[in-house]
Protein backbone atom coordinates (compact mmCIF):
# COMPACT_ATOMS: atom_id res chain seq x y z
CA UNK A 1 0.00 0.00 0.00
CA UNK A 2 1.40 3.11 -1.18
CA UNK A 3 1.14 6.23 1.61
CA UNK A 4 -1.40 8.68 0.40
CA UNK A 5 0.17 11.62 -1.32
CA UNK A 6 -1.75 14.36 1.51
CA UNK A 7 -2.72 11.69 4.03
CA UNK A 8 -3.92 13.75 6.91
CA UNK A 9 -1.24 13.83 10.22
CA UNK A 10 -2.92 11.29 13.17
CA UNK A 11 0.66 12.00 14.96
CA UNK A 12 3.16 14.59 16.68
CA UNK A 13 6.44 12.81 18.05
CA UNK A 14 4.87 13.03 21.67
CA UNK A 15 1.70 11.31 20.58
CA UNK A 16 3.33 8.84 18.73
CA UNK A 17 6.27 8.27 21.54
CA UNK A 18 3.27 8.47 23.84
CA UNK A 19 1.71 5.62 22.29
CA UNK A 20 4.81 3.68 21.83
CA UNK A 21 5.33 4.14 25.58
CA UNK A 22 2.41 2.73 26.20
CA UNK A 23 2.81 -0.20 24.24
CA UNK A 24 5.98 -1.33 26.11
CA UNK A 25 5.16 -0.66 29.38
CA UNK A 26 2.05 -2.33 29.10
CA UNK A 27 3.62 -5.21 27.82
CA UNK A 28 3.62 -7.55 31.52
CA UNK A 29 6.83 -9.85 30.10
CA UNK A 30 8.84 -6.41 29.62
CA UNK A 31 7.90 -4.96 33.01
CA UNK A 32 10.23 -7.76 34.37
CA UNK A 33 12.90 -9.01 32.76
CA UNK A 34 16.28 -10.21 33.33
CA UNK A 35 18.82 -8.92 30.64
CA UNK A 36 22.65 -10.36 30.31
CA UNK A 37 25.13 -8.63 28.92
CA UNK A 38 28.08 -6.28 29.23
CA UNK A 39 28.61 -2.86 30.66
CA UNK A 40 29.81 0.04 28.80
CA UNK A 41 29.87 3.72 28.72
CA UNK A 42 29.11 3.53 32.16
CA UNK A 43 28.27 6.94 33.78
CA UNK A 44 27.45 8.06 37.83
CA UNK A 45 27.05 11.75 37.58
CA UNK A 46 26.29 13.41 40.99
CA UNK A 47 22.86 12.84 41.09
CA UNK A 48 23.21 9.58 42.05
CA UNK A 49 22.04 7.77 39.48
CA UNK A 50 23.81 5.15 37.22
CA UNK A 51 23.90 5.71 33.24
CA UNK A 52 24.91 2.37 31.23
CA UNK A 53 24.85 0.68 27.97
CA UNK A 54 24.52 -3.30 28.13
CA UNK A 55 25.65 -4.83 24.93
CA UNK A 56 26.50 -7.95 23.14
CA UNK A 57 27.73 -8.79 19.95
CA UNK A 58 24.53 -8.09 18.43
CA UNK A 59 22.75 -5.08 20.00
CA UNK A 60 23.03 -2.69 22.92
CA UNK A 61 20.28 -1.18 25.31
CA UNK A 62 20.37 1.94 27.13
CA UNK A 63 20.09 1.42 30.87
CA UNK A 64 19.45 3.61 33.98
CA UNK A 65 19.20 3.15 37.33
CA UNK A 66 18.00 5.76 40.07
CA UNK A 67 19.73 6.24 43.11
CA UNK A 68 17.48 4.56 45.43
CA UNK A 69 18.51 1.39 43.35
CA UNK A 70 22.14 2.10 42.99
CA UNK A 71 22.78 2.84 46.58
CA UNK A 72 21.72 -0.59 47.85
CA UNK A 73 23.74 -2.09 44.77
CA UNK A 74 26.86 -3.66 46.34
CA UNK A 75 28.43 -4.49 43.09
CA UNK A 76 31.07 -1.96 42.17
CA UNK A 77 30.32 -1.52 38.24
CA UNK A 78 32.99 -1.24 35.98
CA UNK A 79 32.65 -1.22 32.17
CA UNK A 80 33.19 -3.84 30.40
CA UNK A 81 31.64 -6.28 33.20
CA UNK A 82 29.30 -8.84 32.80
CA UNK A 83 26.73 -8.34 34.63
CA UNK A 84 22.95 -9.74 34.71
CA UNK A 85 20.17 -6.69 35.36
CA UNK A 86 16.69 -7.06 36.30
CA UNK A 87 14.19 -4.25 35.72
CA UNK A 88 11.78 -3.45 33.18
CA UNK A 89 11.47 -1.62 29.85
CA UNK A 90 10.27 1.86 29.35
CA UNK A 91 10.72 4.80 27.04
CA UNK A 92 12.73 8.05 27.63
CA UNK A 93 10.52 10.42 25.49
CA UNK A 94 12.70 13.44 25.71
CA UNK A 95 15.45 11.36 24.21
CA UNK A 96 12.93 8.94 22.09
CA UNK A 97 14.76 6.15 23.64
CA UNK A 98 13.08 3.04 25.22
CA UNK A 99 15.81 1.96 27.69
CA UNK A 100 16.06 -0.48 30.76
CA UNK A 101 14.85 0.62 33.85
CA UNK A 102 16.96 -1.23 36.27
CA UNK A 103 16.86 -2.31 39.77
CA UNK A 104 19.37 -4.90 40.56
CA UNK A 105 22.52 -5.51 38.99
CA UNK A 106 24.26 -8.69 39.99
CA UNK A 107 28.08 -9.88 38.10
CA UNK A 108 27.53 -13.13 36.44
CA UNK A 109 29.80 -15.39 34.41
CA UNK A 110 33.46 -16.31 34.74
CA UNK A 111 34.36 -14.56 37.71
CA UNK A 112 31.29 -13.17 38.52
CA UNK A 113 30.90 -15.31 41.86
CA UNK A 114 34.45 -14.42 42.51
CA UNK A 115 33.29 -10.98 42.10
CA UNK A 116 30.36 -11.40 44.92
CA UNK A 117 33.11 -13.28 47.23
CA UNK A 118 35.48 -10.67 46.94
CA UNK A 119 32.77 -7.94 47.70
CA UNK A 120 31.74 -9.60 50.75
CA UNK A 121 34.87 -10.43 52.38
CA UNK A 122 36.05 -7.04 52.01
CA UNK A 123 32.66 -6.06 53.89
CA UNK A 124 33.21 -8.63 56.65
CA UNK A 125 36.53 -7.96 56.92
CA UNK A 126 36.49 -4.31 57.61
CA UNK A 127 34.18 -5.08 60.47
CA UNK A 128 36.64 -7.37 61.71
CA UNK A 129 35.11 -10.77 61.52
CA UNK A 130 38.51 -12.64 60.68
CA UNK A 131 40.74 -10.71 62.76
CA UNK A 132 42.90 -13.37 64.28
CA UNK A 133 42.19 -12.28 67.90
CA UNK A 134 38.71 -13.36 67.17
CA UNK A 135 40.15 -17.08 66.56
CA UNK A 136 40.13 -19.36 69.81
CA UNK A 137 42.15 -21.97 70.71
CA UNK A 138 41.52 -25.23 70.02
CA UNK A 139 41.68 -27.75 72.72
CA UNK A 140 44.11 -30.32 72.68
CA UNK A 141 42.37 -33.08 74.25
CA UNK A 142 38.41 -32.59 72.98
CA UNK A 143 36.07 -34.67 74.59
CA UNK A 144 33.10 -34.17 72.00
CA UNK A 145 33.40 -33.25 68.72
CA UNK A 146 30.58 -31.94 66.87
CA UNK A 147 30.36 -32.08 63.08
CA UNK A 148 28.22 -29.89 60.51
CA UNK A 149 27.96 -31.79 56.92
CA UNK A 150 25.87 -33.72 54.89
CA UNK A 151 24.88 -36.84 56.12
CA UNK A 152 25.24 -38.23 52.78
CA UNK A 153 28.95 -37.72 50.63
CA UNK A 154 32.11 -38.63 51.46
CA UNK A 155 32.57 -35.72 54.32
CA UNK A 156 31.27 -37.59 57.32
CA UNK A 157 32.90 -41.10 56.52
CA UNK A 158 35.92 -39.90 55.97
CA UNK A 159 35.87 -37.63 59.55
CA UNK A 160 34.33 -40.64 61.33
CA UNK A 161 36.53 -42.82 60.25
CA UNK A 162 40.04 -40.37 60.83
CA UNK A 163 38.54 -39.78 64.34
CA UNK A 164 37.76 -43.81 65.26
CA UNK A 165 41.59 -44.11 64.02
CA UNK A 166 43.27 -41.11 66.07
CA UNK A 167 40.94 -40.60 69.04
CA UNK A 168 38.34 -43.04 69.30
CA UNK A 169 37.76 -41.95 73.14
CA UNK A 170 35.43 -39.22 71.49
CA UNK A 171 31.83 -38.84 71.56
CA UNK A 172 30.50 -37.61 68.13
CA UNK A 173 27.43 -35.04 67.41
CA UNK A 174 26.58 -35.13 64.41
CA UNK A 175 24.11 -31.88 63.05
CA UNK A 176 23.85 -33.34 59.49
CA UNK A 177 22.48 -30.55 57.42
CA UNK A 178 22.07 -29.90 53.45
CA UNK A 179 25.89 -28.05 52.15
CA UNK A 180 24.75 -26.73 48.71
CA UNK A 181 21.58 -25.40 47.35
CA UNK A 182 19.46 -22.45 48.65
CA UNK A 183 18.28 -24.56 52.09
CA UNK A 184 22.15 -25.26 52.73
CA UNK A 185 22.93 -21.79 53.97
CA UNK A 186 20.14 -21.66 56.46
CA UNK A 187 20.07 -25.03 57.66
CA UNK A 188 23.90 -24.83 58.35
CA UNK A 189 23.42 -21.68 60.14
CA UNK A 190 20.56 -24.06 62.37
CA UNK A 191 23.15 -26.78 62.86
CA UNK A 192 25.84 -24.63 64.55
CA UNK A 193 23.31 -22.74 66.83
CA UNK A 194 22.09 -26.24 67.52
CA UNK A 195 25.59 -28.10 68.69
CA UNK A 196 26.14 -24.50 70.67
CA UNK A 197 22.61 -25.01 72.46
CA UNK A 198 23.29 -28.12 73.80
CA UNK A 199 24.60 -29.16 77.22
CA UNK A 200 27.66 -29.79 77.34
CA UNK A 201 28.50 -28.04 74.23
CA UNK A 202 31.14 -29.96 72.06
CA UNK A 203 34.69 -28.62 72.66
CA UNK A 204 34.87 -28.12 69.38
CA UNK A 205 33.50 -27.64 65.59
CA UNK A 206 33.68 -29.41 62.21
CA UNK A 207 32.39 -27.58 59.62
CA UNK A 208 32.98 -29.67 56.19
CA UNK A 209 31.93 -30.53 52.99
CA UNK A 210 34.05 -32.40 50.47
CA UNK A 211 35.30 -30.81 47.08
CA UNK A 212 33.21 -29.63 44.52
CA UNK A 213 33.02 -26.79 42.16
CA UNK A 214 32.99 -23.17 43.05
CA UNK A 215 29.27 -22.91 43.13
CA UNK A 216 28.71 -25.78 45.10
CA UNK A 217 30.89 -24.64 47.62
CA UNK A 218 28.87 -21.63 47.62
CA UNK A 219 26.98 -22.00 50.42
CA UNK A 220 30.36 -21.64 52.96
CA UNK A 221 30.83 -17.93 51.55
CA UNK A 222 27.11 -17.10 51.91
CA UNK A 223 27.11 -13.95 54.71
CA UNK A 224 24.82 -15.87 57.25
CA UNK A 225 26.80 -18.99 57.38
CA UNK A 226 30.00 -16.74 58.02
CA UNK A 227 28.47 -14.85 60.81
CA UNK A 228 27.10 -17.69 62.53
CA UNK A 229 30.83 -19.25 61.56
CA UNK A 230 32.34 -16.32 63.42
CA UNK A 231 29.93 -15.76 66.13
CA UNK A 232 29.95 -19.83 67.55
CA UNK A 233 30.76 -19.92 71.08
CA UNK A 234 32.39 -23.41 70.28
CA UNK A 235 35.89 -22.63 68.55
CA UNK A 236 35.24 -24.14 64.47
CA UNK A 237 37.39 -26.25 62.49
CA UNK A 238 36.62 -25.56 58.72
CA UNK A 239 37.67 -28.07 56.34
CA UNK A 240 35.61 -27.27 52.47
CA UNK A 241 36.53 -28.26 49.38
CA UNK A 242 40.50 -29.14 48.75
CA UNK A 243 43.89 -27.59 49.30
CA UNK A 244 43.16 -24.48 47.13
CA UNK A 245 39.28 -23.82 48.05
CA UNK A 246 39.26 -20.67 50.27
CA UNK A 247 35.75 -20.06 51.24
CA UNK A 248 34.80 -16.78 54.02
CA UNK A 249 33.83 -19.87 56.51
CA UNK A 250 37.32 -20.85 56.12
CA UNK A 251 38.39 -16.91 57.46
CA UNK A 252 35.61 -16.86 59.71
CA UNK A 253 36.44 -20.31 61.53
CA UNK A 254 39.64 -20.61 64.29
CA UNK A 255 41.36 -22.78 62.24
CA UNK A 256 41.36 -23.59 58.38
CA UNK A 257 41.80 -27.19 57.38
CA UNK A 258 42.64 -27.89 53.66
CA UNK A 259 39.91 -31.01 53.19
CA UNK A 260 37.31 -32.72 55.95
CA UNK A 261 39.80 -35.26 57.10
CA UNK A 262 42.64 -32.53 57.90
CA UNK A 263 39.57 -30.90 60.18
CA UNK A 264 39.58 -34.12 61.54
CA UNK A 265 42.62 -34.53 61.80
CA UNK A 266 43.15 -31.19 63.45
CA UNK A 267 40.58 -31.95 65.97
CA UNK A 268 42.65 -34.68 67.65
CA UNK A 269 45.98 -33.14 67.92
CA UNK A 270 46.96 -36.14 70.21
CA UNK A 271 45.79 -39.74 69.11
CA UNK A 272 45.37 -42.83 70.94
CA UNK A 273 48.48 -43.74 70.16
CA UNK A 274 50.13 -40.88 71.71
CA UNK A 275 48.08 -41.37 74.89
CA UNK A 276 49.26 -44.53 74.65
CA UNK A 277 53.00 -43.96 74.64
CA UNK A 278 52.50 -41.36 77.57
CA UNK A 279 50.54 -43.80 79.63
CA UNK A 280 53.77 -46.27 79.20
CA UNK A 281 56.06 -43.94 79.65
CA UNK A 282 53.34 -42.48 83.05
CA UNK A 283 53.82 -46.31 84.36
CA UNK A 284 57.38 -46.57 84.07
CA UNK A 285 57.92 -43.56 85.78
CA UNK A 286 56.01 -44.76 89.16
CA UNK A 287 57.78 -47.60 88.85
CA UNK A 288 61.21 -45.99 88.67
CA UNK A 289 60.09 -43.32 91.71
CA UNK A 290 58.78 -46.02 93.89
CA UNK A 291 62.18 -47.98 93.38
CA UNK A 292 63.91 -44.63 94.35
CA UNK A 293 61.61 -44.46 97.27
CA UNK A 294 62.43 -47.85 98.03
CA UNK A 295 66.17 -47.60 97.81
CA UNK A 296 65.94 -44.11 100.33
CA UNK A 297 64.60 -46.21 102.13
CA UNK A 298 66.48 -48.98 102.44
CA UNK A 299 69.52 -46.65 102.74
CA UNK A 300 67.53 -44.90 105.77
CA UNK A 301 67.40 -48.26 107.39
CA UNK A 302 71.17 -49.47 106.70
CA UNK A 303 72.52 -45.88 108.37
CA UNK A 304 70.52 -46.81 110.90
CA UNK A 305 71.49 -50.19 111.58
CA UNK A 306 74.92 -48.74 111.57
CA UNK A 307 74.55 -46.33 113.99
CA UNK A 308 72.92 -48.91 116.39
CA UNK A 309 75.77 -51.81 116.00
CA UNK A 310 77.88 -48.63 117.15
CA UNK A 311 75.52 -48.15 120.24
CA UNK A 312 75.43 -51.42 120.95
CA UNK A 313 76.53 -53.13 124.19
CA UNK A 314 77.90 -55.77 121.79
CA UNK A 315 81.24 -53.34 121.69
CA UNK A 316 81.10 -53.24 125.66
CA UNK A 317 80.99 -57.34 125.61
CA UNK A 318 84.12 -57.12 123.46
CA UNK A 319 85.87 -54.57 126.02
CA UNK A 320 84.56 -56.58 128.47
CA UNK A 321 85.90 -59.24 127.72
CA UNK A 322 89.36 -57.93 126.89
CA UNK A 323 89.26 -56.90 130.66
CA UNK A 324 88.18 -60.43 131.51
CA UNK A 325 91.39 -61.38 129.88
CA UNK A 326 93.51 -59.13 131.80
CA UNK A 327 91.93 -60.02 134.44
CA UNK A 328 92.48 -63.61 133.83
CA UNK A 329 96.17 -62.63 133.54
CA UNK A 330 96.68 -60.84 136.58
CA UNK A 331 94.27 -63.46 138.91
CA UNK A 332 95.91 -66.08 140.69
CA UNK A 333 93.69 -69.00 142.18
CA UNK A 334 91.87 -66.77 144.14
CA UNK A 335 90.34 -64.33 141.55
CA UNK A 336 88.51 -67.40 139.96
CA UNK A 337 85.58 -66.62 142.27
CA UNK A 338 84.92 -63.15 140.69
CA UNK A 339 86.08 -64.66 137.15
CA UNK A 340 83.63 -66.95 137.43
CA UNK A 341 80.96 -64.72 138.63
CA UNK A 342 81.91 -61.70 135.51
CA UNK A 343 81.81 -64.90 133.12
CA UNK A 344 78.39 -65.84 134.68
CA UNK A 345 77.16 -62.09 133.98
CA UNK A 346 78.74 -62.18 130.88
CA UNK A 347 76.73 -65.47 130.02
CA UNK A 348 73.54 -63.82 130.92
CA UNK A 349 74.41 -60.58 128.70
CA UNK A 350 75.06 -62.69 125.53
CA UNK A 351 71.85 -64.75 126.56
CA UNK A 352 70.34 -61.52 125.78
CA UNK A 353 71.81 -60.42 122.62
CA UNK A 354 70.84 -63.23 120.41
CA UNK A 355 72.57 -61.66 117.35
CA UNK A 356 76.23 -61.96 119.16
CA UNK A 357 78.21 -64.61 119.38
CA UNK A 358 77.99 -66.04 123.17
CA UNK A 359 81.07 -66.16 125.19
CA UNK A 360 82.13 -69.50 125.63
CA UNK A 361 83.63 -69.11 129.23
CA UNK A 362 83.62 -72.67 129.67
CA UNK A 363 85.19 -73.34 126.73
CA UNK A 364 88.52 -71.21 127.27
CA UNK A 365 88.99 -73.50 131.08
CA UNK A 366 86.93 -71.42 133.37
CA UNK A 367 84.71 -73.90 135.20
CA UNK A 368 81.42 -73.24 137.59
CA UNK A 369 81.69 -74.09 140.79
CA UNK A 370 78.55 -75.36 142.97
CA UNK A 371 77.72 -77.05 146.62
CA UNK A 372 77.94 -80.83 146.10
CA UNK A 373 74.54 -81.37 148.42
CA UNK A 374 72.90 -78.01 147.15
CA UNK A 375 73.57 -76.40 143.82
CA UNK A 376 74.38 -73.13 145.57
CA UNK A 377 76.78 -71.76 143.35
CA UNK A 378 80.00 -71.23 145.00
CA UNK A 379 80.80 -67.24 144.63
CA UNK A 380 82.91 -66.90 147.80
CA UNK A 381 86.00 -68.66 148.99
CA UNK A 382 84.18 -69.15 152.31
CA UNK A 383 80.85 -70.63 150.60
CA UNK A 384 83.47 -73.38 149.46
CA UNK A 385 83.17 -76.17 151.36
CA UNK A 386 83.15 -80.48 151.52
CA UNK A 387 82.77 -81.96 148.11
CA UNK A 388 81.88 -79.48 145.41
CA UNK A 389 80.93 -79.93 141.72
CA UNK A 390 83.15 -78.49 139.02
CA UNK A 391 81.43 -77.78 135.53
CA UNK A 392 83.56 -77.35 132.40
CA UNK A 393 83.23 -76.73 129.20
CA UNK A 394 82.49 -80.91 128.07
CA UNK A 395 81.18 -81.57 131.03
CA UNK A 396 81.18 -81.82 135.26
CA UNK A 397 82.83 -83.25 138.03
CA UNK A 398 83.37 -83.15 141.87
CA UNK A 399 85.71 -82.57 144.40
CA UNK A 400 86.50 -82.00 147.61
CA UNK A 401 87.93 -78.41 149.20
CA UNK A 402 91.45 -79.17 150.69
CA UNK A 403 91.99 -75.45 152.53
CA UNK A 404 90.53 -71.97 151.75
CA UNK A 405 93.86 -70.17 152.13
CA UNK A 406 92.61 -67.23 149.90
CA UNK A 407 90.23 -66.77 153.06
CA UNK A 408 93.33 -66.44 154.77
CA UNK A 409 94.90 -64.55 152.35
CA UNK A 410 91.59 -62.30 151.86
CA UNK A 411 91.78 -61.36 155.66
CA UNK A 412 95.25 -60.38 155.78
CA UNK A 413 94.83 -57.87 153.93
CA UNK B 1 49.68 -34.72 101.22
CA UNK B 2 48.90 -36.23 97.88
CA UNK B 3 45.34 -36.93 96.75
CA UNK B 4 43.95 -39.36 98.87
CA UNK B 5 43.12 -42.24 96.81
CA UNK B 6 39.12 -41.35 95.49
CA UNK B 7 36.66 -43.11 96.51
CA UNK B 8 35.14 -43.91 93.56
CA UNK B 9 35.95 -47.41 92.35
CA UNK B 10 38.97 -47.67 89.68
CA UNK B 11 36.62 -48.89 87.21
CA UNK B 12 34.09 -46.19 87.20
CA UNK B 13 36.20 -43.69 86.30
CA UNK B 14 36.87 -42.17 82.77
CA UNK B 15 40.03 -41.71 80.94
CA UNK B 16 40.15 -38.00 82.02
CA UNK B 17 39.73 -38.50 85.54
CA UNK B 18 41.80 -41.76 85.77
CA UNK B 19 44.50 -39.85 84.24
CA UNK B 20 44.32 -36.39 85.76
CA UNK B 21 44.50 -38.75 89.06
CA UNK B 22 47.46 -40.39 87.51
CA UNK B 23 49.38 -37.06 87.12
CA UNK B 24 49.00 -36.14 90.80
CA UNK B 25 50.25 -39.79 91.86
CA UNK B 26 53.33 -39.15 90.16
CA UNK B 27 53.61 -35.43 90.76
CA UNK B 28 53.27 -36.70 94.90
CA UNK B 29 55.47 -39.32 94.48
CA UNK B 30 57.97 -36.98 93.09
CA UNK B 31 57.68 -33.89 95.66
CA UNK B 32 56.41 -35.02 98.84
CA UNK B 33 57.73 -37.11 101.95
CA UNK B 34 55.77 -40.20 102.95
CA UNK B 35 55.88 -43.04 104.68
CA UNK B 36 57.02 -46.44 103.09
CA UNK B 37 52.87 -47.84 103.34
CA UNK B 38 51.60 -44.67 101.64
CA UNK B 39 54.73 -44.80 98.80
CA UNK B 40 53.29 -48.66 98.06
CA UNK B 41 49.90 -47.59 98.21
CA UNK B 42 49.95 -44.43 95.93
CA UNK B 43 51.89 -46.73 93.54
CA UNK B 44 49.14 -49.56 93.31
CA UNK B 45 46.63 -47.05 92.98
CA UNK B 46 48.95 -45.77 90.04
CA UNK B 47 49.74 -48.80 88.56
CA UNK B 48 45.70 -49.47 88.72
CA UNK B 49 44.98 -46.31 87.09
CA UNK B 50 47.41 -47.46 84.25
CA UNK B 51 45.76 -50.37 83.62
CA UNK B 52 42.46 -48.91 83.76
CA UNK B 53 43.49 -46.38 81.06
CA UNK B 54 44.80 -48.76 78.83
CA UNK B 55 42.21 -50.44 79.32
CA UNK B 56 40.05 -47.43 78.16
CA UNK B 57 42.40 -46.65 74.93
CA UNK B 58 42.02 -50.20 74.25
CA UNK B 59 38.65 -50.64 74.47
CA UNK B 60 37.36 -46.89 73.42
CA UNK B 61 35.26 -47.11 69.95
CA UNK B 62 33.98 -43.78 68.79
CA UNK B 63 30.62 -42.60 69.72
CA UNK B 64 28.27 -41.15 67.70
CA UNK B 65 25.14 -39.50 67.98
CA UNK B 66 22.99 -37.47 65.50
CA UNK B 67 21.56 -34.03 66.22
CA UNK B 68 18.06 -33.58 64.77
CA UNK B 69 16.15 -30.53 66.15
CA UNK B 70 17.19 -30.41 69.88
CA UNK B 71 16.80 -34.35 70.42
CA UNK B 72 20.45 -36.68 70.58
CA UNK B 73 19.75 -39.93 68.74
CA UNK B 74 21.97 -42.90 68.68
CA UNK B 75 23.16 -43.62 65.33
CA UNK B 76 23.79 -47.19 63.91
CA UNK B 77 26.61 -46.87 60.61
CA UNK B 78 26.54 -49.21 58.62
Given amino acids: MQPSLFASVQWTVSTLTKYIRDLLETDVTLQDVWVEGEISNLSRPASGHIYFTLKDAGASLRGVMWKTSATRSKLALQDGMAVAVHGKIGVYEV ?31 AEGLFDMERKRLIPEFPKRIGIVTSPTGAA ?25 GEDA ?29 IEDLWAFNDERVVRAVAGSQVPIICGVGHETDFTLSDFAA ?10 AEL ?43 FLSPSRRIQSDRQHLDELARRTNAAGIHRLALEASRLEGLEYQLEALNPLHILARG ?46 KR | MPKAPSPKSIEELTYESAFAELESIVAALENEQRSLDESMSLYER ?26 LNDIAEE
Avoid at chain 1, 95 to 118: K, N, S
Avoid at chain 2, 52 to 59: I, P, S
Fill in chain 1, 254 to 263: DLRAPTPTAA
Fill in chain 1, 185 to 213: PPKLVEALAALNDLDPRPDVILLARGGGS
Fill in chain 1, 156 to 180: IKDMLNTLRRRLPLIEVIFAPSPVQ
Fill in chain 1, 95 to 125: GGQYQLYADQIRAVGEGALYQEFLQLKALLE
Fill in chain 1, 267 to 309: ATKISVAELTENLQAIGLQLSTLLLSDLNEQHNNLISLRDGLR
Fill in chain 1, 366 to 411: YAVVTLLKDGTLVRKVKHARDEIRIRVSDGEFDAKVLNRDSEIVNR
Fill in chain 2, 46 to 71: GQALVKRCAELLDKAELKVKQLSGNE
